[in-house]
């Protein structure tokens, strides 16, 4: 448990670079637990809910001074598997921490646990887009994955949404399932168009330490991820949208012009911003915390005015241009590595010029001026690039 001098040093650098114009609310609750997912969410534990969203109330609170949300993004977990008055208590919680609308203002929704009802609390709350977890419209993948939906349920919650008025909705999938053909990998991305979403996300399936997925790849019940193939699932996934007219505008999401997400482009960008909720993250300059993981002992925390903070830490310059390279590489724009060097005291350009020139020559990446992005052949090795560029 933090002492109130770590808080209060903690407060004082928050305060130092307020106001925090991004700002990330995280919902850890589940109807069911996916076998693939490492994320902080947790099935079964409807109980917990009401006393979670006021222990997130009583944190957004906490943080109420040194905020001024551009984009807010409510992720989990399922946001949408609260009950509608519980999800209207803390998009209220949300909004009363924003001294003005937030311009973008995003909540991930379960198509198996979008209602009419939701879908207007939503509409009412100011949230101005709404994240579709879709993963594929393979019913027999989606099983596989343990997903609580459909693809008929995702595309009646497609309607249900352009229904309420959302003019920004962005659609997840995943990529390269184990038994997922090519063939059935273009399939979603056809259907997935045909939704017409203005965003797509698209990341292969990782297997994540602790899942069952992983448990079961490692006794043979499921092939091992495999780099060639996961790359040609990823091509055919650029074919299909770009031929769509959305542009690949970081190395798995796609958008229609002007419809890229703000909130994640700041994380891609470095920029700082405020977690709450179990187990987020805060990032403010060099400093970065996590909350507590776990539900209950989050809801103690912060209903006993302790707070709870899992750990804390600063970056050292070097981690810091690791962390700004890995991001921003994963952007088409790219990253100014003269910006980097001024925020961080370590020059790339002249740390690593022949690595530069040799990437540059590979057509891995492209230079102008002090900024470098990668082409689509360097987005396909992008973690090759950042070790060559940080070693
Ligand atoms: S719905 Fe999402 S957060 Fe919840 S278990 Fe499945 S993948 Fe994880």
């Given at each position: 448990?933090?002492?109130?001098?770590?808080?209060?040093?903690?407060?004082?650098?928050?305060?130092?670079?307020?106001p925090?114009?991004?700002?990330?609310?995280?919902?850890?609750?589940?109807?069911?637990?996916?076998?693939?997912?490492d994320?902080?969410?947790?099935?079964?534990?409807?109980?917990?809910?009401?006393?979670?969203?006021?222990?997130?109330?009583?944190?957004?609170?906490?943080?109420?001074?040194?905020?001024?949300?551009e984009?807010?993004?409510?992720?989990?977990?399922?946001?949408?598997?609260?009950?509608?008055?519980?999800?209207?208590?803390?998009?209220?919680?949300?909004?009363a921490?924003?001294?003005?609308?937030?311009?973008?203002?995003?909540?991930?929704?379960?198509?198996?646990?979008?209602?009419?009802?939701?879908?207007?609390?939503?509409?009412?709350?100011g949230?101005?887009?709404?994240?579709?977890?879709?993963?594929s419209?393979?019913?027999?993948?989606?099983?596989?994955?343990?997903?609580?939906h459909?693809?008929?349920?995702?595309?009646?919650?497609?309607?249900?949404?352009?229904?309420?008025g959302?003019?920004?909705?962005?659609?997840?999938?995943?990529?390269?399932?184990?038994?997922?053909?090519?063939?059935?990998?273009?399939?979603?991305?056809?259907?997935?168009?045909?939704?017409?979403?203005?965003?797509?996300?698209a990341?292969?399936?990782?297997?994540?330490?602790?899942?069952?997925?992983?448990?079961?790849?490692?006794a043979?019940?499921?092939?091992?991820?495999d780099?060639?193939?996961?790359?040609?699932?990823?091509?055919?996934?650029?074919?299909?949208?770009?031929?769509?007219?959305?542009?690949?505008?970081?190395?798995?999401?796609?958008a229609?012009?002007?419809a890229?997400?703000?909130?994640?482009?700041?994380?891609?960008?470095?920029?700082?911003?405020?977690?709450?909720?179990?187990?987020?993250?805060?990032?403010v300059?060099?400093?970065?915390?996590?909350?507590?993981?776990?539900?209950?002992?989050?809801?103690?925390?912060?209903?006993q005015?302790?707070?709870?903070?899992?750990?804390?830490?600063?970056?050292?310059?070097?981690?810091?241009?690791?962390?700004?390279?890995?991001?921003?590489?994963?952007?088409?724009?790219?990253?100014?590595?003269?910006?980097?060097?001024?925020?961080?005291?370590?020059?790339?350009?002249?740390?690593?010029?022949?690595?530069?020139?040799?990437?540059?020559r590979?057509?891995?990446?492209?230079?102008?001026?002090?900024?470098v992005?990668?082409?689509?052949?360097?987005?396909?090795?992008?973690?090759?690039?950042?070790?060559?560029?940080?070693?």
């Open positions: 448990m933090p002492t109130a001098t770590e808080a209060d040093r903690r407060r004082a650098r928050v305060r130092a670079a307020a925090i114009a991004h700002l990330y609310v995280h919902f850890p609750f589940c109807a069911r637990k996916c076998p693939y997912c994320f902080n969410s947790h099935a079964q534990r409807e109980a917990e809910i009401d006393a979670y969203v006021e222990a997130l109330g009583v944190e957004l609170d906490r943080w109420r001074d040194c905020l001024a949300p984009t807010v993004f409510v992720g989990g977990g399922t946001p949408t598997h609260a009950a509608p008055h519980q999800l209207a208590r803390y998009l209220t919680h949300v909004r921490a924003c001294p003005a609308p937030p311009a973008e203002f995003t909540v991930e929704a379960n198509p198996g646990s979008l209602t009419p009802a939701k879908v207007e609390v939503l509409a009412g709350a949230v101005t887009r709404v994240s579709v977890g879709v993963q419209f393979d019913d027999a993948l989606l099983r596989r994955l343990g997903r609580i459909d693809a008929q349920e995702a595309e009646a919650a497609f309607a249900l949404l352009r229904a309420g959302f003019e920004h909705l962005s659609l997840d999938l995943i990529l390269a399932l184990p038994g997922q053909t090519l063939a059935a990998q273009e399939r979603d991305v056809r259907q997935a168009v045909a939704l017409a979403p203005e965003h797509v996300s990341y292969v399936l990782t297997y994540e330490e602790g899942t069952a997925f992983t448990r079961a790849m490692r043979g019940r499921l092939p091992a991820p780099d060639d193939r996961e790359l040609e699932y990823l091509h055919v996934v650029r074919a299909g949208l770009e031929g769509a007219g959305y542009r690949r505008y970081e190395i798995s999401n796609y229609r012009a002007g890229e997400c703000r909130h994640n482009l700041a994380y891609w960008r470095d920029a700082d911003w405020l977690g709450v909720g179990a187990g987020a993250h805060s990032h300059g060099a400093w970065r915390w996590k909350n507590e993981d776990g539900p209950s002992r989050y809801i103690a925390g912060q209903l005015g302790a707070g709870a903070i899992a750990f804390e830490e600063a970056s050292d310059p070097k981690t810091r241009v690791l962390e700004k390279l890995m991001m921003g590489l994963r952007l088409a724009e790219g990253v100014d590595l003269g910006a980097v060097g001024a925020a961080t005291g370590v020059d790339v350009l002249r740390r690593r010029p022949e690595r530069l020139a040799l990437y540059e590979e057509g891995l990446l492209v230079r102008e001026g002090p900024r992005r990668l082409t689509p052949r360097g987005f396909d090795v992008v973690n090759a690039v950042v070790r060559g560029l940080t070693a």
